[in-house]
Structure formats: C-alpha cells, structure tokens
C-alpha cells in the first residue's frame, strides 16, 4: 500500500527507515550485549513488549539470523536516539528546529539517493523529522508499505 513519507508514523515509519538504511546489515551494533551469533537477516513488525506495565505494541524487530540463538530485538530509530544516532551519523542527516504554525517543529535534511538534492520532511520530534528525511531520501514521497503497518 502506497503511503506519503510525510505521514509516516511508528513501526511503519521504523520499518521504512529499516528498508532504506537496511538495519539487518549493521543491526549487531545497536545490541552490543549480543554474544553468541549477533547477525540480522531483516525486519518485520509483531508485537514486542514496549507499552506502559510491558503491554505488547506493535513494533519493528530485527529478526535474527539464526533463530535458535537469540530473540528478535526492537529496532525503533523514530523513537529511540540509540538506534536512530547511528543512521543519522551514517547518512549525514541534519535536523533542525523551526517554528511551524501548526505545532511542527522539526526539519529533517538528508541526501537523495544520487547524492545531487537535499531532501526535507517535517516531523513533531527531532527523531520523526530525521527518519522521514531517510526514508524520502533513499525511498522518495512515496512509499509501498505492507497493509498491516497501516
């Protein structure tokens, strides 16, 4: 299903921003704790302890290699700096501040895929502007994202 970068939001957002960046690939360094095989193969969304009292939320996962050795571990760079640091370091993302008249205060700036256009999308939290900027620069305006993100 066809979705504007601009309107992304939670695990569809994380889950774009894993597609674009390919997080399976550098995902070992987000879980350094990880000893015995710490290699990814992709992401999917399930539900993953993460709400108020561990209620299970809907989440975007790193799913592990070999499933026998670890647990799917949470990747949810829209909302957590840890994952989503790296990524911006990586691409050379800047975010900024501004004042928009209707509560939007962030501006995400990333390089298209060419490296030729600098790529902008607004976001309410720092984190939410500079994923949206990944995505639209790696993905474009719009992405095909699976039905049940939506």
């Not at 691409?91 to 004042?99: A, E, H, L």
Request: proline share 8%.
């Amino acid at each position: 299903m066809k979705i504007k970068t601009s309107e992304l939001e939670g695990a569809a957002l994380d889950w774009a921003v894993a597609q674009s960046s390919k997080a399976w690939e550098f995902g070992h360094s987000l879980h350094p704790a990880m000893t015995l095989d710490p290699t990814f193969k992709s992401v999917c969304i399930r539900p993953y302890p993460r709400g108020e009292f561990g209620a299970l939320v809907d989440t975007c996962v790193l799913l592990p290699r070999n499933s026998m050795r670890q647990d799917p571990l949470p990747f949810c760079p829209s909302s957590d700096w840890s994952h989503c640091g790296p990524i911006i370091e990586k691409m050379d993302v800047q975010v900024r501040i501004n004042d928009w008249p209707n509560g939007v205060k962030w501006l995400g700036i990333a390089r298209s895929a060419d490296r030729m256009v600098m790529v902008c999308q607004k976001g309410t939290t720092p984190l939410i502007a500079a994923c949206r900027a990944i995505v639209a620069a790696k993905l474009g305006d719009d992405v095909d994202v699976p039905e049940d993100l939506i």
